[in-house]
């Protein structure tokens, strides 16, 4: 009876892991997705906008979800408390902190720390032409993790259901 147990708790064990190794790959391409929205909308706020940089922040937050929220209000909550430091250390901060929570890779956030050195610290054209081009960049990084979702999404949940049972065989 407890080898059956264990057998199952096994089996389930297994299958749970291969079904989160196939969630972060369905999540990862709607981040970018979503990243995407908020550089656009920060974007809107340095071209038409007056608001400082951590009340834009904050405000793009509201219309974010999850962990990229997260990271929005801490970056704005970094801005605001942490004098003395640059925009570049509280956004690198609020990154740093947060970045677990979040699906994305590492090639995401270096797009982000590359465009945290430019936020608040030169020209307004400037600003706007590195937010295009991180824009331009997380797009090709979106359609990569698509193809990489429709690759590996199914092979991981296989594998984890398939690994498990190999165990359970094993150890029985």
């Known amino acids: 009876m407890i080898k059956w147990a264990g057998a199952i708790f096994i089996l389930i064990a297994s299958t ?10 369905r999540e990862r391409p709607r981040q970018i997705r979503e ?18 940089l951590a009340d834009a922040l904050s405000r793009i937050a509201e219309t ?22 640059s925009t570049y250390q509280c956004l690198h901060r609020a ?6 929570h979040t699906a994305l890779s590492k090639t995401e956030k270096e797009i982000l720390l590359k465009l945290c050195h430019v936020l608040g610290n030169s020209s307004r054209a400037d600003q706007l032409h590195h937010l295009q081009l991180a824009a331009t960049r997380l797009e090709m990084e ?9 690759r590996y999404e199914k092979m991981y949940k296989t594998m984890g259901i398939l690994t498990g049972a190999l165990l359970v065989i094993l150890l029985i």
């Open 35 to 52: 990243l995407r929205s908020c550089l656009a909308l920060l974007q809107t706020e340095i071209n038409y906008g007056v608001r400082p």
């Open 95 to 100: 990154i740093e902190e947060e970045w677990r």
């Open 142 to 150: 979106e359609s990569k993790a698509r193809s990489e979702q429709e």
């Open 64 to 85: 974010a979800g999850g962990a990229l929220a997260r990271i929005l209000e801490k970056g704005s909550k970094n801005l605001l408390s942490m004098d003395g430091e």
């Open 16 to 25: 749970w892991a291969g079904f989160l190794l196939a969630g972060n790959l």
